[in-house]
């Protein structure tokens, strides 16, 4: 029952100002309850560095702007512009927020952004925050879009990449991106797959037996629990990490701390970070939502792409070791400069073995994951948005600050709303499933 719906079931003769203020008073709503649209007051979130530019520059403007119907721009519902503000600090970070890692309960974060989905011990540490003690699931991991994880390269001076397949660029089959990661292949000229060569009149021997240099992120983060929940599928169950595999170390401290061999960090956190260091490092490889990649321009158009020594790379698309292997590039337009959609349409996300996902947001999603066989680019990944099932469980919460939550979340989703803005941006629109088991779940975000 709504508010709006309690204040017509008492009669309007009896109602005391002292009442009325009583009833809307964030405190005092009722547990499930949510204000009417645009009612709410403005909201901060943080988390996924994957997410940024969509928050930053699409969603959250847009908010306040669009015309869908689930939008706030001072001409729907209640006619209010409830402000939405979002910090990318990486999906680790953003959790935290929420109480893993021992960390305190940060009642004024409306909702967390994530492409690593909290496992059932990390839902567990976050609903453990609530006011009273309870076993009830509260915890709601809502799926809002889908991105690939590009494999980003700075060959070493002088050179350039080309294969048959994309001319001007590398291509990586899946055993070949494997062995890179496990440590197994460490010079450029171990890479052959599909004619792959270094070029150029001043790429010397000596540059093409150069140590590839791989640059891994300095936080915690959703898209290294994508990339390595996709190594996982092409290594199988054996062991990377001492006896521990892909799996095991792509979730919590392990998905920062845990990666075979010698690797190198950037100085600061987030995806725009690994980026700059990747570009800025002759003879180095690494791993970045395609938004981020392209959005500094050092691996597309005038300074990278084909031809290039910067570059994204194709990636096996077909399986592992098939006779005849194909791939596929992270970007619908390849590697130019202008942005377009993650290359993921009709992605099947499993759990490694059987089709998924879970079957309600109150789930745990930690196991979603693609195939080796796509019928576009592999390592496509889903990022959720975490938001409650009753905000008045948690400390400093309000009825306001639900009521936002509640509309921004169904403004992401709508398919002629945030789902269809979101396109040409180097993101993609959830699958249809999904999207409408994501939707039911964000209708139960309330007070």
């Excluded at 709601?140 to 980003?152: D, H, N, R």
């Excluded at 660029?169 to 004619?195: H, Y």
């Excluded at 196991?367 to 680019?377: I, R, S």
């Excluded at 959720?384 to 469980?393: N, V």
Aim: charged share 20%; proline share 5%; net charge negative.
């Amino acid at each position: 029952m709504t508010l709006l719906s309690v204040r017509r079931a008492v009669p309007a003769c009896i109602i005391s100002a002292a009442a009325v203020a009583a009833l809307v008073a964030p405190g005092a709503a009722s547990a499930g309850t949510v204000g009417e649209q645009c009612s709410g007051a403005s909201i901060t979130g943080k988390g996924s560095s994957l997410q940024k530019l969509a928050q930053v520059n699409v969603w959250g403007p847009d908010f306040n702007t669009s015309a869908n119907a689930k939008a706030c721009n001072g001409t729907q519902g209640s006619k209010g512009v409830p402000t939405v503000t979002y910090t990318s600090v990486g999906s680790g970070a953003g959790m935290e927020a929420w109480g893993i890692n021992g960390h305190a309960f940060e009642g004024s974060n409306a909702y967390v952004g994530t492409d690593e989905p909290p496992n059932q011990l990390q839902k567990e540490e976050i609903e453990s925050h609530k006011i009273k003690a309870s076993t009830e699931k509260t915890l709601e991991t809502i799926p809002v879009l889908q991105g690939s994880v590009a494999i980003i390269v700075r060959l070493p001076k002088g050179c350039s990449g080309s294969s048959k397949a994309y001319a001007g660029r590398l291509v990586f089959d899946n055993v070949t991106l494997q062995a890179i990661w496990l440590g197994e292949i460490t010079k450029w000229s171990q890479i052959t797959d599909d004619g792959d060569e270094l070029i150029g009149s001043a790429c010397t021997a000596a540059q093409k037996e150069s140590t590839i240099v791989r640059v891994v992120r300095k936080d915690q983060s959703g898209t290294t629990s994508i990339f390595k929940k996709y190594l996982a599928l092409i290594n199988g169950e054996k062991d990377v990490f001492g006896e521990l595999g892909w799996r095991e170390i792509s979730e919590g401290l392990p998905n920062v701390e845990d990666w075979p061999g010698t690797v190198t960090r950037p100085a600061g956190t987030g995806g725009g970070e690994l980026v700059k260091k990747v570009a800025e490092t002759p003879s180095s490889i690494g791993y970045a939502n395609l938004a981020d990649a392209r959005s500094g321009g050092q691996f597309t158009g005038a300074n990278g792409g084909k031809g290039f020594a910067r570059f994204w790379a194709p990636i096996q698309n077909n399986g592992v070791e098939q006779e005849e292997e194909t791939y596929a590039d992270p970007a619908s337009n390849n590697e130019a400069a202008e942005a377009a959609n993650a290359n993921c349409a009709n992605t099947e996300y499993t759990n490694g073995e059987t089709a998924f996902p879970p079957a309600t947001t109150l789930a745990v999603w930690n196991e979603v994951t693609t195939k080796t066989a796509e019928p576009h680019y592999p390592i496509c990944g889903l990022t959720y948005d975490l938001g409650f099932h009753e905000y008045s469980k948690y400390p400093g919460t309000s009825l306001t600050e639900a009521t936002t939550v509640n509309n921004y979340l169904l403004f992401e989703l709508a398919q002629f709303g945030g789902q269809e803005l979101i396109k040409k941006h180097d993101y993609y629109p959830l699958p249809s499933a999904i999207q409408a088991e994501a939707r039911e779940g964000s209708e139960k975000t309330k007070f």
